[in-house]
Nanobody
Framework: QVQLVESGGGLVQAGDSLRLSCAAS????????MGWFRQAPGKEREFVAA????????YYADSVKGRFTISRDNAKNTGNLQMNILKPEETAVYYC??????????????????????WGQGTQVTVSS
């Protein structure tokens, strides 16, 4: 079992930045690929970014490339999502998630929610125009 707790959400204006954090406990965090997803009211959960368990590989949704940066610190069992130049349409609940990688690969990332075994409770991000 892995428990995930997100923090750092809030209300910001368009163009501002936020840094989300995900604190992990339970099983060894470094064994898992980590991902960030978001879900706006009335919409499906959407992939945002993922990072391999080694931290070597990252993958981003096209809509956030160049503005968001995913990172992790396995020694501290934490992950982060730095979000810059936020847009009103990015208002959503943001979730971090952990996926056991195929074959235990240190380089595995995935965009599919069904591949993720554990989820946090989410943190609200509201971007005003």
């Amino acid at each position: 079992q892995v428990q995930l707790v997100e923090s750092g959400g809030g209300l910001v204006q368009a163009g501002d930045s936020l840094r989300l954090s995900c604190a992990a406990s339970g099983r060894t965090f470094s064994e898992y690929t980590m991902g960030w997803f978001r879900q706006a009211p009335g919409k499906e959960r959407e992939f945002v970014a993922a990072i391999s368990r080694s931290g070597t590989n990252t993958y981003y949704a096209d809509s956030v490339k160049g503005r968001f940066t995913i990172s992790r610190d396995n020694a501290k069992n934490t992950g982060n999502l730095q979000m810059n130049i936020l847009k009103p349409e990015e208002t959503a609940v943001y979730y971090c998630a952990a996926a056991y990688p195929l074959g235990g690969s240190a380089y595995y990332t995935t965009t599919r929610p069904k591949d993720y075994n554990y989820w946090g409770q989410g943190t609200q991000v509201t971007v005003s125009s």
